[in-house]
């Protein structure tokens, strides 16, 4: 499966995004997603997954401030973020898998797709 992420952009402290993950090529299956970030000079860290049945999982420094969905085709992920933080800057990747264990939700190395990624920063 092909992974585009979208939405990215600079927006100042408090601010709000949407970021946009595209699915395409082998549709057919159900893939559980998530939602990665990196900072530059910090390890990748998940933010926030949606399983196949729709439940979602979040990291906790974005909990209450962040929103992982879906379209009702499951062709296009997003990520609903508001009240936004300097910590926040980073880029931003969509993953998915066939399978992740809910112990492992936001644990990278589990994902076999992964997209370019889209910036975002956040200024004070």
């Known amino acids: 499966v092909q992974l585009v992420e979208s939405g990215g952009g600079s927006v100042q402290a408090g601010g709000s995004l949407r970021l946009s993950c595209t699915v395409s090529g082998d549709t057919s299956g159900t893939y559980y997603m998530g939602w990665f970030r990196q900072a530059p000079g910090k390890e990748r860290g998940g933010v926030a997954h949606i399983d196949t049945n729709g439940r979602t999982f979040y990291a906790d420094s974005v909990k209450g401030r962040f929103t992982i969905s879906q379209d009702d085709a499951k062709l296009t992920l997003y990520l609903q973020m508001n009240s936004l933080k300097p910590e926040d800057t980073a880029m931003y990747y969509c993953?998915?898998?066939?399978?992740?264990?809910?112990?492992?939700?936001?644990?990278?190395?589990?994902?076999?797709?992964w997209g370019q990624g889209t910036q975002v920063t956040v200024s004070s």
């Open positions: 993953a998915a898998d066939s399978w992740i264990p809910r112990w492992a939700v936001l644990q990278g190395d589990r994902y076999s797709s």
